[in-house]
């Protein structure tokens, strides 16, 4: 039975709604359809569950309305996609000029009574459906091969699978074979060239001769000893020498201080083609050919992404037939600029979802409208949806007088270390104390790289509180963090990095400590730390490590990535898509992108830069 139907506009404006078992104050699984799907442009799919909800949606963008009925998602009502389009038509046909003049909203006489008969006709069109009868088996082919083969005769059933028998030469050779196939070298010791048995020699108790020395296995399980722990720890090994560390700064790539003295890091700097190659204001922006393209004009002229919209001029309404090549075009192009296959799809479809129905003007070309409405698209889903202001949560942190704890995670060799020593330059500036946690006790020299990042962070700043907290190898990492975080509300350390072993999304016993690690102490941030060079992995990437987090926590209400920073941004020109493809994925913004090797190679990502390079040619 449906639950509940709503009319509405596309600005938030409800027109009409009606409540069968799900109350009108209750709006929470259309509030989730509004903030998960239509807002992050997931509104390709066909259905979404919220709680013990399902509910299905259509647009009329004709006349910017959305149409959503709601029901209890055990009894998968067969019929709304009928009722829906049946409602969006006739709801469209009576007041679609009304709502069209947009001077009032409109009065919907009577459409009470119309969608009350609309639904009863759709329910009984759905109950009068027989469901489909098996079939007999006096009716099937199985009874009839039976009743034909009870039927023959005996002397007409051959048997022609018997295979012949076998001569006696073929048999003898057999019979020898298998003889020596019984006869085991090991049994009765070795023979000597006249046939007899040689005995074997045993050994003779209390002789000298050495003992082949056994290899000891590997231990696995974590568990070593006093000794092997002790040989394997570096970490009081601490030389003292003066250190050099002024060509880990790049002083022309530094932040700035602001009026408040709050040191923010820069700003992403776009490329002068982003900029000229990418502009909404109209269709000359998006025509620019450069020089090497002109020289290959002719050659190239319907290759590109451009060219294609360009030829597509003139249309009036927007269908699914002119939009599917378009969308196509548009699907391949982003895919090169490196997002997942799957999450171009599924921003295509809804992007098109929106654009259906839709009226031009005879002079606005689909080229443009496309581009804009896509532009659009990408900007609501890039833009942060929570606060990414990290210094206003560690003040928040010290009113609390307790530190604030950020976690790094993230896959093999993607920079976890670098970009937390990047960060507790940023924090620096911030004359905050930071105390860094070795929490990889797995990899070799990891903590031997953190103890050398504190050592070049100490001498760039001359009265910065920078410390390591570190245990050695071998130990528990959640442990570790644990007594991490109780030592910096001891020694008065306002931020706590925890550095955490870097780990394959398919290893399960790595992602069940990284859950406990997160389980245990409960970090007032998540960061996922990964390559801006993935496509598809990405997403594959994100989706297991929230997954495990959630699987493996235990608990009610686990937690979740809240952040990512984005490493090795230079390397990529304008293949930008992982930036889209993580924040699709995720739902959570990026917080800084990595840029290089020096401290001050952390940047803030601008929205408007990767949009450009999403979209050029």
């Excluded at 596309?10 to 104050?25: E, H, M, N, R």
């Excluded at 290893?507 to 598809?536: C, H, Q, W």
């Amino acid at each position: 039975m449906l639950d509940f139907f709503t009319i509405a506009t596309k600005g938030g404006l409800v027109l009409w709604s009606k409540a069968y078992g799900l109350s009108k104050s209750s709006s929470t699984p259309i509030n989730g359809l509004i903030q998960e799907v239509l807002i992050e442009e997931r509104s390709s799919s066909q259905v979404y569950y919220k709680d013990n909800y399902a509910i299905k949606w259509t647009f009329a963008n004709d006349l910017d309305l959305i149409f959503i009925a709601v029901y209890p998602k055990a009894l998968g009502l067969t019929y709304i996609d009928t009722l829906l389009k049946a409602t969006s038509t006739q709801f469209s046909d009576s007041f679609g000029e009304e709502i069209l003049r947009k001077d009032s909203i409109p009065r919907l006489q009577h459409w009470d009574v119309q969608f009350e008969a609309l639904l009863r006709t759709i329910e009984d069109q759905n109950s009068s459906k027989k469901a489909k009868q098996p079939r007999k088996f006096e009716e099937t082919m199985g009874y009839a091969n039976t009743l034909a083969y009870a039927k023959a005769k005996p002397d007409e059933a051959k048997d022609d699978t018997k295979s012949p028998l076998l001569d006696e030469d073929e048999y003898r050779r057999n019979i020898e074979l298998l003889k020596k196939k019984m006869v085991s070298p090991k049994m009765g010791g070795r023979k000597s060239k006249g046939g007899a048995k040689s005995p074997v020699s045993s050994p003779v108790i209390g002789s000298d001769e050495p003992k082949k020395k056994v290899k000891e296995g590997r231990k696995w399980d974590g568990s070593i000893s006093a000794k092997d722990a002790r040989s394997l720890d570096y970490s009081k090994s601490d030389a003292s020498e003066d250190v050099k560390a002024d060509h880990l700064v790049d002083r022309s790539g530094m932040g700035q201080h602001g009026r408040d003295g709050v040191y923010s890091v820069a700003d992403l700097d776009a490329s002068d083609d982003d900029e000229e190659s990418f502009s909404s204001d109209g269709d000359e922006e998006y025509t620019k050919i450069s020089s090497r393209s002109l020289q290959a004009k002719k050659s190239t002229a319907s290759t590109g992404l451009l060219s294609f919209f360009k030829s597509m001029t003139g249309q009036k309404e927007l269908t699914a037939e002119n939009l599917e090549p378009i969308m196509n075009k548009m699907k391949e192009h982003l895919i090169n600029k490196n997002v997942a296959a799957d999450i171009a799809q599924h921003l295509c479809d809804s992007v098109a979802k929106g654009l259906i129905g839709q009226t031009l003007g005879s002079f606005k070309s689909i080229q443009s409208h496309v581009k804009q409405s896509m532009e659009v698209a990408l900007k609501r889903i890039l833009t942060p949806k929570t606060s990414v202001d990290l210094l206003r949560d560690i003040a928040q942190a010290q009113a609390e007088k307790r530190p604030y704890t950020i976690v790094f995670i993230g896959v093999n060799g993607v920079g976890k270390s670098t970009n937390l020593s990047k960060t507790a330059f940023w924090l620096l500036q911030n004359n905050l104390k930071i105390l860094i946690a070795a929490c990889d006790t797995f990899r070799s020299g990891a903590v031997e790289q953190l103890r050398v990042h504190v050592r070049n962070l100490k001498a760039l700043e001359q009265n910065a509180v920078v410390d390591l907290y570190e245990k050695g190898y071998g130990k528990d990492a959640a442990s570790i963090a644990k007594e991490a975080i109780s030592s910096a509300k001891l020694t008065g350390h306002d931020v706590v990095l925890i550095d955490t072993a870097g780990r394959m999304q398919d290893n399960d016993p790595l992602m069940r400590a990284l859950a406990k690690l997160v389980t245990v102490n409960d970090p007032d941030k998540i960061i996922f730390v990964g390559e801006a060079l993935v496509g598809n992995e990405a997403v594959d990437q994100l989706t297991k490590f929230n997954a495990a987090l959630k699987d493996f926590s235990g608990l009610a209400n686990p937690r979740h990535i809240d952040g990512m920073i984005l490493t090795k941004f230079d390397t990529i020109d304008d293949k930008v898509g992982a930036a889209l493809s993580m924040t699709y994925t995720t739902g959570q913004p990026i917080l800084f992108v990595g840029t290089g090797q020096t401290y001050t190679d952390l940047k803030n990502m601008k929205v408007s830069h990767v949009v450009a390079s999403l979209l050029k040619d």
